[in-house]
Nanobody, 115 residues
Framework: QLQFMESGGGLVQPGGSLRLSCAASGVFFRFYAMAWYRQAPGKQRELVASVTSDGATTSYADYVKGRFTISRDNAKNMVFLQMNSLKPEDTAVYYC????????WGQGTQVSVST
C-alpha cells in the first residue's frame, strides 16, 4: 500500500497562499488517483481535491474551486496543492491519500488562516 508524508502548512493571513506537498512511498504510486483531504477542529474529514493517475483530470470541492490547484509529479512520487486566496474557514489539517485506500494516512500538515 501507499504511505504519505505531508508538508508545507503554516500560519498565513486571509488572502495569503500556501503550497502543500505530499511525498508518497510505494512502487505503484503512478497507478493511483490521488486526493487532498482536510479536517477542521470538531468537523469531519472532507475531500478537497483529486487528480487522476496521469494528472490529466482534476476535481475540486465547490468551496475551493478557483482558489486551489492540485497537481502531481509521478517521476518524483509527489502530489501538490497550491492554495491561493486563503480564508479563515480553510483552517484545518490537510492530508493526502489515494481515494480508494482507507489506510496509510500520514500525520497531515496544519494550515492556519488568521481572522
Amino acid at each position: 500500500q501507499l504511505q504519505f508524508m505531508e508538508s508545507g502548512g503554516g500560519l498565513v493571513q486571509p488572502g495569503g497562499s500556501l503550497r502543500l506537498s505530499c511525498a508518497a512511498s510505494g512502487v505503484f504510486f503512478r497507478f493511483y488517483a490521488m486526493a487532498w483531504y482536510r479536517q477542521a477542529p470538531g468537523k469531519q474529514r472532507e475531500l478537497v481535491a483529486s487528480v487522476t493517475s496521469d494528472g490529466a483530470t482534476t476535481s475540486y470541492a465547490d468551496y475551493v474551486k478557483g482558489r486551489f490547484t492540485i497537481s502531481r509529479d509521478n517521476a518524483k512520487n509527489m502530489v501538490f496543492l497550491q492554495m491561493n486566496s486563503l480564508k479563515p474557514e480553510d483552517t484545518a489539517v490537510y492530508y493526502c491519500n489515494a481515494p480508494t485506500q482507507v489506510s496509510g494516512w500520514g500525520q497531515g500538515t496544519q494550515v492556519s488562516v488568521s481572522t
